[in-house]
């Protein structure tokens, strides 16, 4: 690998541009929920706990990284998952509050074309995600793989107790069951800053 560093600044998004942070459009993001770039090897609820406390780790960001002069890695998304418990940083020992997943495609693959995506906004509104192209549900808090689904409304995904019990105490415990409110909560996806809020107060 060649060296040098490549410095990132993050910006707020324009509302009018949330198409970007659509996975068609490879985004490299802070916060919000992730924009998978495939459907396969998803990580589950298990993977994403941390070793040390065991509660669900948070999206943190995502960066856009193909390896060029690879077949394999015409796409290359890193996504980087971190706890929220401040005590956590502090313990040593293997299995830390930080994991890295890697998803990678090559050019020809069967979730988008092979030409760069139109640099325009795709036409309709943008419904929020709430499942992936092959039928399978996502996190409404998260984004992340959601096995687990409201017992009341039967529609609502989640990872895991800990997060239907975060998004129950945010809104869904009034809008259940009603239309358009499958996909994600009202308050929408917890940003970054929002998430680790309680973390950076504790350091």
């Given at each position: 690998?060649?060296?040098?560093v490549?410095l990132g600044?993050?910006?707020a998004?324009?509302?009018?541009?949330?198409?970007?942070?659509?996975?068609?459009y490879?985004?490299s993001?802070?916060?919000?929920?992730?924009?998978w770039?495939?459907?396969?090897?998803?990580?589950?609820?298990?993977?994403l706990?941390?070793a040390?406390?065991?509660?669900?780790?948070?999206f943190l960001?995502?960066?856009y990284?193909?390896l060029?002069?690879?077949?394999?890695t015409?796409?290359?998304s890193?996504?980087?998952?971190?706890?929220?418990?401040a005590?956590?940083?502090?313990?040593?020992?293997?299995g830390?509050?930080?994991?890295?997943?890697?998803?990678?495609?090559?050019?020809?693959?069967?979730f988008?074309?092979?030409?760069?995506?139109?640099?325009?906004?795709?036409?309709?509104p943008v419904a929020?995600?709430?499942?992936?192209?092959?039928?399978?549900r996502?996190?409404?808090?998260?984004g992340?793989?959601?096995?687990?689904?409201?017992?009341?409304?039967?529609r609502?995904?989640?990872c895991?107790?800990?997060?239907q019990a975060?998004?129950?105490?945010?809104g869904?415990?009034?809008?259940c069951g009603?239309?358009?409110?499958?996909?994600?909560?009202?308050?929408?996806?917890l940003?970054?800053?929002?998430?680790?809020?309680?973390?950076?107060?504790?350091?």
């Amino acid at each position: 690998m060649a060296g040098g560093v490549e410095l990132g600044f993050a910006a707020a998004a324009d509302p009018e541009d949330a198409w970007r942070l659509r996975s068609a459009y490879f985004p490299s993001k802070l916060g919000g929920r992730p924009a998978w770039l495939g459907e396969d090897g998803l990580p589950g609820p298990g993977a994403l706990r941390c070793a040390r406390c065991q509660q669900p780790r948070a999206f943190l960001l995502q960066l856009y990284a193909p390896l060029p002069g690879r077949h394999d890695t015409f796409h290359r998304s890193l996504f980087v998952f971190a706890c929220r418990g401040a005590a956590c940083y502090r313990l040593p020992g293997p299995g830390g509050p930080l994991c890295v997943f890697r998803s990678q495609l090559p050019r020809r693959n069967r979730f988008y074309p092979e030409e760069p995506p139109p640099e325009e906004p795709p036409p309709g509104p943008v419904a929020p995600p709430g499942r992936l192209r092959s039928g399978v549900r996502l996190c409404r808090v998260c984004g992340c793989l959601g096995p687990r689904a409201c017992g009341r409304c039967h529609r609502a995904a989640y990872c895991g107790t800990e997060h239907q019990a975060l998004d129950w105490l945010r809104g869904h415990r009034h809008t259940c069951g009603q239309a358009g409110d499958a996909g994600g909560s009202p308050a929408g996806p917890l940003p970054g800053g929002l998430v680790f809020k309680v973390f950076d107060s504790a350091m």
